[in-house]
Structure formats: structure tokens, C-alpha cells
């Protein structure tokens, strides 16, 4: 089955750094991919859509400036949260999505914890 | 807007026993794609199994089964024959066709005992 692997799985940082998170699908070429939030014991929150080669589109309530996102090739997408508060620890997930747009495989997600 | 309700917070099942999953869903749109999603202790999101929305036949997979009710808008699951690694949080998703964003229930944590 198709893979998409999700760098790094864990990730501590201080107030005010910018943590990068890369996802990547490893057998297909994904035309769109998608960032996700995840409280504990919550569905999965969509906070954009990536499309390659053009800018993201966001969710009502994410800031763009915040969690910037990159999709540079057909296999790479990476979402950058800036300046990270511990409001912003929590679980994120990213999918890919190959030609059939009808199904989103699952990164194994990242733990952003901010002291 | 399309809506995803799982009415469910939690569910149990012995093992081996069988058991079902309720998901119900609003839409305006006659062609779409529904989901079931497993997510273990791991977190993992495991796709378990998809329905078409044009298609009558309900999907299967293996221990796996759907039962697709579309003029009620009801996509539920049954999990046959439950085994302890079946245990996860279960999340009804659906897709309207030619793009756009996957729209998650709540989701149904399901605990087997063995």
C-alpha cells in the first residue's frame, strides 16, 4: 500500500523557536496534501490544504503566518509553525493524497511539545 | 456543509463477539465517498475500508463490513469476529468526489475484551 512518512515523530522545543515538520509519500506522487491537528481523544481537525507548486489553502481560525506551508515537489510537503507557544503543543498529522483523490493515506503523525 | 455525526463516544465487544459502529452524515450532494478509519494506541490513521456512494453493494474487507443505507445517510460498521488488536478509536469520514478535504466524525472508541 501507499506510504507517507512523517518527520520528526517527536519533537520538544522552547517558546519562540520554529519547529519544521516534513511529510513525504514515498511510493506515489501526491498532488495535494493536507495538515492536520489533534487534541488528545479528538477527531482529527483540518488546518490546510497544500497543493504543489501553489500557495496553501487554510481553515477558518488557522493563521497562515503562523503554520506556514511548503509544497515544493509532488512528494514533499512541510509545515513550519513559527514561533511556537505551548498553546501550540498537540499532535499533528499530514496525508497525501495520489492521481485517486478519493483516498488520503496517513502520516504516523508528530508530538510538538513547547516549554 | 457537510456533516459527520458518530453517536458513540465509546463501544465494547468481546472477543470474537461482533459489533457495529454508527455513523450518520448530511449531505446536499448524490456523489461521494464515504470512510472508515482505524487509529490504534499508536495514532496511526489506518484506512479499514470505503464505500462509493453510487454503488449499491456494500464494501467489505476480510472481518470488515459496511452496511450503506443512503436515503437515511447512514454508513455503519461491523466488525466481525473481534479480535484484541481491533481495539483503536474508529472515525467515520466522508469525501465529496473530483477533490476536496476529508470531514471526520467524532469518533468511537472501541475497547475488546478478551
Known amino acids: 500500500g501507499a506510504v507517507v512518512s512523517q518527520h520528526p515523530s517527536r519533537v520538544i522545543c522552547k517558546s519562540g523557536t520554529s519547529v519544521k515538520i516534513e511529510c513525504r509519500s514515498l511510493?506515489?506522487?501526491?498532488?495535494?496534501m493536507f495538515w492536520y491537528r489533534q487534541f488528545p481523544k479528538k477527531s482529527l481537525m483540518l488546518m490546510a490544504t497544500?497543493?504543489?507548486?501553489?500557495?496553501?489553502?487554510?481553515e477558518q481560525g488557522v493563521e497562515k503566518d503562523k503554520f506556514l506551508i511548503n509544497h515544493a515537489s509532488l512528494t514533499l510537503s512541510t509545515l513550519t509553525v513559527t514561533s511556537a507557544h505551548p498553546e501550540d503543543s498537540s499532535f499533528y498529522i499530514c496525508?497525501?493524497?495520489?492521481?485517486?483523490?478519493?483516498?488520503?493515506?496517513f502520516g504516523a503523525g508528530t508530538r510538538l511539545s513547547v516549554l | 456543509a457537510q456533516t459527520v455525526t458518530q453517536s458513540q463516544p465509546e463501544m465494547s465487544v468481546q472477543e470474537a463477539e461482533t459489533v457495529t459502529l454508527s455513523c450518520t452524515y448530511d449531505?446536499?450532494?448524490?456523489?461521494?465517498?464515504l470512510f472508515w478509519y482505524k487509529q490504534p494506541p499508536s495514532r496511526q490513521m489506518i484506512l479499514v475500508i470505503r464505500?462509493?456512494?453510487?454503488?449499491?453493494q456494500n464494501a467489505t474487507e476480510n472481518r470488515f463490513s459496511v452496511n450503506f443505507q443512503k436515503a437515511a445517510k447512514s454508513f455503519s460498521l461491523k466488525i466481525s469476529d473481534s479480535q484484541l488488536g481491533d481495539a483503536a478509536m474508529y472515525f467515520c469520514?466522508?469525501?465529496?468526489?473530483?477533490?476536496?478535504?476529508?470531514?471526520f466524525g467524532q469518533g468511537t472508541e472501541l475497547s475488546v475484551k478478551p
Open positions: 496525508s497525501a493524497s495520489p492521481t485517486d483523490l478519493n483516498i488520503q493515506y
Open positions: 511510493d506515489f506522487q501526491a498532488t495535494t
Open positions: 497544500s497543493n504543489e507548486g501553489s500557495k496553501a489553502t487554510y
Open positions: 449531505t446536499s450532494e448524490s456523489d461521494y465517498y
Open positions: 464505500q462509493e456512494a453510487y454503488k449499491q
Open positions: 469520514a466522508y469525501k465529496h468526489n473530483q477533490g476536496g478535504k476529508l470531514i
